[in-house]
């Protein structure tokens, strides 16, 4: 079987791993082509990883023949960027959040749709070794009560995401829809209302402090998450409560633990593993051997629509319904 040929756009900080992995782990893919504005930078590393380098992806669409495109830019650039792919017969891999809005995510998937392409959606915790590990043990503690997730970290040095035109959003839609997308994931629910609260102690534009609780469904189940880069550490905090016990994690420090009365006992968690090389072996295996992907277009939405409604309850102060993914 041939190397899928793989076009990266945006090789900042993030998208440079992209880069890495597909170059160093992933034989079954070649790295083509990447893009970055920073021209002197994007040509530094197009050189060592043995690419192409473009400074405009339109260019890069227009002259190479490629399979698929990695797409690790500001989600406020994704729909540009979605119907150039989708108009060149190249299938997408979009780092999360999908979109800025739940309008703009049903534009794209309308794209996606017609053009025949098809895409995955980069919610790369998914493939976290705690995460798997606690997902793999909820039968053990019975029905689900509720769950619990806190993602910190410390306030981010890129500029961009303080500015809402570039960003489209704060905290609540670039890391939350992380714990937003766990929450649908470990529960096999929906979340169909939010109570949300957020603040800004760092930034200026958009909001880097958030609370919120949910009501998921059916049957009804209680959910809560907080998010923040407002902190000098980092924590990625996973309680589930059932009938029969807990569990507890923390993704970022690598723990799982079932609890059940006093005692605690550890979770065999495999070792840790690159996130974002899973998430591409996944959707260069998906493409290579006609199989659905595991993190769908419609995914990527209802975590926007979830991140929606938040925005709406922490502005109006009231709960708010999350938008149903038509």
């Known amino acids: 079987m041939n190397p899928l040929r793989?076009?990266?756009?945006?090789?900042?900080?993030?998208?440079?791993?992209?880069?890495?992995?597909?170059?160093?782990?992933?034989?079954?893919?070649?790295?083509?082509?990447?893009?970055?504005?920073?021209q002197e930078a994007g040509q530094r590393l197009a050189a060592t990883y043995g690419c192409a380098y473009y400074a405009d992806y339109r260019h890069m669409l227009a002259r190479e023949r490629l399979d698929a495109v990695a797409v690790v830019?500001?989600?406020?650039?994704?729909?540009?960027?979605?119907?150039?792919?989708?108009?060149?017969?190249?299938?997408?891999?979009?780092?999360?959040?999908?979109?800025?809005?739940?309008?703009?995510?049903?534009?794209?998937?309308?794209?996606?749709?017609?053009?025949?392409?098809?895409?995955?959606?980069?919610?790369?915790?998914?493939?976290?070794?705690?995460?798997?590990?606690?997902?793999?043990?909820?039968?053990?503690?019975?029905p689900l009560h509720s769950l619990y997730l806190s993602q910190r970290f410390e306030p981010s040095p890129l500029v961009w995401l303080d500015r809402i035109t570039e960003s489209g959003g704060g905290i609540i839609l670039h890391t939350g829809v992380h714990s937003f997308d766990l929450l649908r994931y470990l529960s096999e629910r929906e979340v169909d209302t939010v109570w949300c609260q957020s603040s800004r102690l760092f930034t200026t534009e958009t909001e880097d402090h958030f609370v919120m609780m949910c009501r998921l469904r059916p049957p009804p189940l209680w959910g809560a998450v907080m998010g923040s880069r407002a902190t000098q550490s980092r924590s990625g905090l996973i309680e589930l409560a059932g009938e029969q016990g807990q569990l507890l994690g923390d993704h970022t420090h690598g723990y799982a633990y079932l609890i059940r009365g006093l005692e605690r006992v550890p979770l065999p968690v495999a070792a840790p593993v690159p996130t974002v090389r899973e998430t591409l072996r996944a959707f260069i295996e998906g493409l290579q051997q006609h199989t659905p992907f595991p993190i769908s277009v419609e995914d990527g939405i209802r975590a926007i629509a979830i991140a929606e409604a938040c925005a709406r309850s922490a502005t109006s102060g009231q709960p708010a319904a999350v938008e149903e993914v038509l």
């Open 6 to 38: 793989i076009g990266l756009i945006g090789a900042g900080k993030h998208g440079s791993r992209y880069a890495k992995h597909i170059v160093e782990d992933l034989p079954q893919a070649l790295l083509v082509s990447l893009c970055r504005r920073d």
């Open 73 to 142: 830019v500001p989600p406020a650039r994704h729909g540009e960027i979605v119907a150039a792919a989708c108009r060149a017969g190249v299938h997408l891999l979009i780092e999360k959040p999908f979109a800025v809005s739940v309008r703009e995510a049903r534009r794209l998937r309308h794209l996606i749709t017609a053009s025949g392409v098809r895409c995955m959606v980069a919610h790369t915790l998914r493939f976290n070794s705690v995460v798997q590990a606690l997902k793999a043990h909820i039968a053990a503690i019975g």
